[in-house]
């Protein structure tokens, strides 16, 4: 038997609720949660304070049978009134959400992208964890990595990028910095078309896609690549910080964010949060092991009917409930497109 329990963690007290849905992607460092709860639990929650949500489950041998699911801070609270029912919506997003949102100056030298990271998320209180923890620090030196009265954010996932990471939020609440996931997990996540896939999706999708890509740095001539699959005189730019940055990173980081953006994806809606009950159960014990659909999982995908048989990352997840069911959104792309 499972069940969703929504807690306030700053003021240690459990909400009723109606309804939930988290995201959580590759391409955003914040998870998401949309809430909704009755009017009756309106002062149990406030802006700013914290919010988590775990899974319960007896199967589950780890963290009290409470799996956390994602940690936020609210950002709104909206009441809603209609002939049929009172409600309080509640919006938040990962504790990240504060680094993003200040504005400042500053200069880090010679640190390596995990240092640069780790320096601006201790001046908020957030820990920043290099996935797998086993391996030491794997990213290298940022010469100058400096920002002017504004987030240092976008610099800092264009450094990541250019050197082959990712930087996201995890259920904690912490951040990540890892590279895609590049060998199938042993826990049974699979998407197969006729067995556990409800609905599928295919979107090609254009709206973000550029006919070139141009990445400064350095002190030589920027990077450009050509997407011939885009016929417009779109341009994107970026510049990266630090003036030591080799010009095989720079068209490396072009390259990336192209095929990102030229991806066509498929999104997939199957029943539940992650692995069924049975699959669990199967596990034996679970700490160390995961059981939701999380971003950057790569896994088998098989539906004949979009001549998919191959293995692809998972590039976000929406998770989403209600009293009587439960069920995930989960987008998949190339692994290559975060390489």
Not at 36 to 65: C, F, Q, T
Not at 82 to 103: C, L, M, Q, Y
Request: proline share 4%.
């Amino acid at each position: 038997m499972s069940r969703i329990i929504v807690m306030n963690a700053t003021g240690g007290t459990e909400l009723l609720w109606r309804h939930i849905r988290i995201k959580k992607s590759l391409d955003d460092i914040c998870h998401t949660l949309e809430l909704e709860i009755p009017a009756g639990e309106r002062a149990k929650v406030h802006k700013h304070e914290k919010i988590e949500v775990r899974y319960e489950n007896n199967l589950v041998k780890d963290s009290g049978g409470r799996r956390r699911v994602t940690t936020v801070m609210v950002d709104e609270i909206t009441a809603s009134v209609d002939v049929s029912k009172h409600s309080v919506f509640v919006i938040g997003r990962s504790p990240a959400r504060d680094i993003i949102d200040s504005t400042w100056s500053g200069i880090l030298l010679n640190m390596t992208l995990f240092e640069t990271a780790k320096n601006i998320c201790d001046k908020f209180g957030i820990t920043c964890v290099n996935i797998p923890t086993n391996r030491g620090d794997p990213t290298t030196k940022v010469s100058i990595f400096t920002w002017e009265n504004e987030s240092p954010w976008t610099k800092l996932i264009a450094e990541a990028d250019s050197q082959g990471f990712i930087l996201t939020s995890n259920e904690a609440g912490s951040l990540y910095i890892w590279q895609p996931e590049g060998s199938v997990r042993q826990e049974g996540f699979h998407l197969t078309e006729g067995r556990n896939v409800k609905t599928i999706e295919w979107k090609e999708n254009g709206a973000e896609q550029y006919h070139e890509y141009l990445v400064t740095g350095g002190y030589g001539e920027p990077a450009s690549v050509t997407d011939n699959t885009c016929n417009n005189k779109r341009v994107l730019t970026i510049d990266l910080t630090n003036p030591g940055i080799e010009p095989s990173k720079l068209k490396r980081r072009a390259e990336t964010e192209m095929r990102r953006r030229r991806e066509n994806r498929t999104a997939v809606t199957v029943s539940g949060w992650g692995l069924m009950d049975t699959q669990i159960k199967n596990l034996g014990a679970t700490s160390g092991k995961e059981i939701f659909w999380v971003p950057n999982l790569l896994i088998p995908v098989r539906m004949p009917s979009l001549g998919l048989d191959a293995k692809l990352l998972i590039a976000g997840v929406e998770q989403e409930a209600d009293k009587e069911t439960m069920s995930s959104t989960i987008t998949l792309a190339n692994r290559e497109a975060y390489l």
